[in-house]
């Protein structure tokens, strides 16, 4: 079968929802070499990954997760792909610990980086976060901070099958469009950035068909996050309909950025960003360029949670509380919390 499949792929023919889901399947109980996890991952990533590929994909390694205990919170999520090759500051991480302070339920579904110089389970361990929480830790983390972290490897075991194939390619590959889907939390509501435009519709298609209520898959110039400095390209999800427009820095009433303001460096470098900028040290050109780029992305899932009538309103909302420099006290809480739980394992 895995053969058929990849000659199907090498002849530029796209797989249906069952057999994306077959093949994977048998990816993920670790039933496929790693050259043919090759062949399949570069076949996708070169004829481009369809809906019906990508939702089969989906299918299986949620099939073959350990889930997040369930509760009453709804739950939300700030999330890039990664895959972009900009190497940027970890923006949706701040995101989340942002709007954890301001009241929003994130359960942030993350993973080491691969081919940028800090994911975000990198920068949350320099900050003293412990990122190896059982998932009855990570929920009563959500449940007393507004915060939790989902370290991937810890929710989909299979992934260990491809990882030293995707660590050798170092390249983007379908496992970087998957990472946001497979959130163990189901997240209804979702901020998704993705390393190009052309998949923001699919991935929007992806997030309706596993249960999502509302999101916004946003690429900015190949960015995946919202950006300032560029026009940023939206599929959003919304009462089970899927709309597709661009907005830029003046919908959210916000200057316009230079591209080199959020760029990011090793996770010391992020982790000392993180901490100025959420501490409202925000004086500075590059750290207040940060903050607006903050603001926007915050302002986007404040939107999709039907917080805030629009756009500036949610800009406008963010930015008053970072200035007001109380975010990093959650930081400081949730690794006071996970460390705790360190020592109780």
Same mark, same amino acid.
């Given at each position: 079968m895995? !053969? =058929?499949?990849?000659e199907k792929l090498y002849a530029g023919n796209s797989l249906s929802s069952y057999e994306s889901y077959d093949v994977f399947s048998k990816l993920? @109980?670790?039933k496929l070499d790693s050259h043919l996890i090759t062949s399949l991952l570069i076949a996708l990533k070169i004829k481009g990954e369809t809906p019906l590929e990508i939702s089969g994909a989906v299918k299986a390694l949620k099939e073959n997760s350990i889930r997040l205990p369930t509760s009453n919170q709804i739950v939300s999520d700030s999330c890039g792909t990664g895959g972009s090759g900009k190497n @940027?500051? !970890?923006?949706?991480?701040?995101? /989340?610990?942002?709007?954890? =302070?301001?009241?929003?339920?994130?359960?942030?579904?993350? !993973?080491?980086?691969?081919?940028?110089?800090c994911g975000s389970a990198d920068v949350l361990e320099s900050l003293g976060i412990n990122i190896n929480l059982t998932p009855e830790q990570a929920h009563h983390c959500l449940q007393k901070t507004n915060f939790t972290f989902l370290f991937a490897p810890g929710y989909h075991p299979g992934v260990k099958h491809v990882m030293p194939v995707r660590n050798a390619l170092q390249t983007r590959t379908i496992f970087n469009l998957l990472g946001p889907l497979i959130n163990p939390a189901s997240p209804k509501y979702q901020l998704m950035g993705i390393y190009s435009k052309d998949l923001c519709f699919a991935a929007a298609e992806s997030l309706h068909l596993s249960g999502?209520?509302?999101?916004? +898959? +946003? %690429?900015?110039?190949?960015?995946? =996050?919202? @950006?300032?400095?560029?026009? @940023? %390209? +939206?599929? =959003?999800?919304c009462n089970g309909v899927i709309s597709e427009y661009q907005i830029s820095h003046s919908d959210f009433g916000l200057p316009k950025t230079q591209s080199n303001d959020i760029s990011g460096q090793a996770p010391d470098v992020n982790k000392q960003i993180l901490q100025d900028v959420l501490s409202g040290n925000i004086s500075d050109e590059k750290n207040r360029a940060i903050a607006y780029t903050i603001s926007a992305n915050a302002s986007a899932l404040l939107k999709i949670n039907n917080k805030v009538d629009n756009l500036?309103?949610? /800009?406008?909302l963010i930015m008053s509380l970072l200035e007001s420099g109380k975010c990093m006290g959650k930081v400081d809480q949730v690794a006071k919390l996970t460390q705790e739980h360190c020592l109780k394992r």
């Open positions: 895995p !053969n =058929e499949i990849l993920i @109980t670790g @940027t500051v !970890n923006i949706s991480t701040m995101v /989340a610990f942002v709007l954890a =302070e301001y009241g929003l339920a994130i359960a942030k579904h993350g !993973n080491r980086s691969i081919s940028s110089q999502c209520q509302g999101a916004m +898959v +946003v %690429n900015s110039g190949g960015y995946d =996050e919202i @950006t300032l400095h560029n026009e @940023t %390209n +939206v599929a =959003e999800l500036k309103d949610g /800009a406008d």
